[in-house]
T-cell receptor, first 112, second 115 residues
């Protein structure tokens, strides 16, 4: 059974800091991995998707990497801003049965 | 089409009442999913449709829950005889055959509170 872990559960950083959010998964046979952002009481916004054959994806100040063999992904946020404050969720698609397995998320607070 | 739409955004109901939620996926997406998210947790899979066929249901989906996608377009999720433990955010997502490249698109969710 696929399990996804995100540690720590919460993170507080000063504005301008570069930061890394970690995600680990137990079964390396994945189809793809997707990072989402969730604002309080809202739905999920897709940030980046990395296909199983890819190593990384970039969008603006965000960069996501994938190491399937070690079961890890990281989301790098450059020059953090208070507007980046949200919960960041990592989700793995194993291909079977077309469903995502999520971590519990990391709640990020960027202090002005 | 601007994305996945869910209605209502919020629902407060008394224990024992029935509730129904609606999801309108992205029009060209043939796959539709329901997830449930409780406070401090990641979303958990409930059920999945490909066109109008319900292909998988989680064990989380008790007999009080039923989902339909009658014409392969919008979907409804009904909860009968609601319990306080049903309080959660119910999220709908859709994808197409290109999900390896484009992944899943989620709606804004329906927040259910059972009092």
């Amino acid at each position: 059974k696929q399990e996804v872990t995100q540690i720590p559960a919460a993170l507080s950083v000063p504005e301008g800091e570069n930061l890394v959010l970690n995600c680990s998964f137990t079964d390396s046979a994945i189809y793809n991995l997707q990072w989402f952002r969730q604002d309080p009481g809202k739905g999920l916004t897709s940030l980046l998707l990395i296909q199983s054959s890819q190593r990384e994806q970039t969008s603006g100040r965000l960069n996501a990497s994938l190491d399937k063999s070690s079961g890890r992904s990281t989301l790098y946020i450059a020059a953090s801003q208070p507007g980046d404050s949200a919960t960041y969720l990592c989700a793995v698609d194993t291909g079977a049965n077309s469903k995502l397995t999520f971590g519990k998320g990391i709640t990020l607070s960027v202090r002005p | 089409d601007t994305g996945v739409s869910q209605d209502p955004r919020h629902k407060i109901t008394k224990r024992g009442q029935n509730v129904t939620f609606r999801c309108d996926p992205i029009s060209e997406h043939n796959r539709l999913y329901w997830y449930r998210q409780t406070l401090g947790q990641g979303p958990e899979f409930l059920t999945y449709f490909q066109n109008e066929a319900q292909l998988e249901k989680s064990r989380l989906l008790s007999d009080r829950f039923s989902a339909e996608r009658p014409k392969g377009s919008f979907s409804t999720l009904e909860i009968q005889r609601t319990e306080q433990g049903d309080s959660a955010m119910y999220l709908c997502a859709s994808s197409d055959r290109g999900r390896a490249t484009y992944g899943y698109t989620f709606g804004s969710g329906t927040r259910l509170t059972v009092v």
